[in-house]
Nanobody
Framework: QVHLEESGGGLVQAGGSLRLSCVVSGMTFSNTDVGWFRQSPGKEREFVAAIRYTGASLRYADSVKDRATISRDNAENIVYLQLNNMRPEDTAAYYC?????????????????WGKGTQVTVSS
């Protein structure tokens, strides 16, 4: 059974940093592209970043480009999302998705598997 679990969220002041983690189990992680998404109340889910299973290709939304770094450790089945210089508009629940594929158009085509999310709140 595939399971994704996010962690690392919390309350941070504007300008601060957080590192989110997504641990994946129940699938061949080293063959799996992974994406990060976020959703705020009243807003649609938004793509944030994605990483190819090799780690060699990355995609970022314009809203976080130059402030975010996605990485992975295939030995530990973890994908990280480092967010720097955070802004109040980064406040959202952050979710990871696995089983999709990087896309040059949308950034990432959704896979079938989601975690339950981790809340990030940025205070001004």
């Amino acid at each position: 059974q595939v399971h994704l679990e996010e962690s690392g969220g919390g309350l941070v002041q504007a300008g601060g940093s957080l590192r989110l983690s997504c641990v994946v189990s129940g699938m061949t992680f080293s063959n799996t592209d992974v994406g990060w998404f976020r959703q705020s109340p009243g807003k649609e889910r938004e793509f944030v970043a994605a990483i190819r299973y090799t780690g060699a290709s990355l995609r970022y939304a314009d809203s976080v480009k130059d402030r975010a770094t996605i990485s992975r450790d295939n030995a530990e089945n973890i994908v990280y999302l480092q967010l720097n210089n955070m802004r109040p508009e980064d406040t959202a629940a952050y979710y990871c998705n696995a089983g999709g594929a990087l896309s040059s158009v949308s950034g990432y085509l959704l896979g079938a598997f989601w975690g339950k999310g981790t809340q990030v709140t940025v205070s001004s």
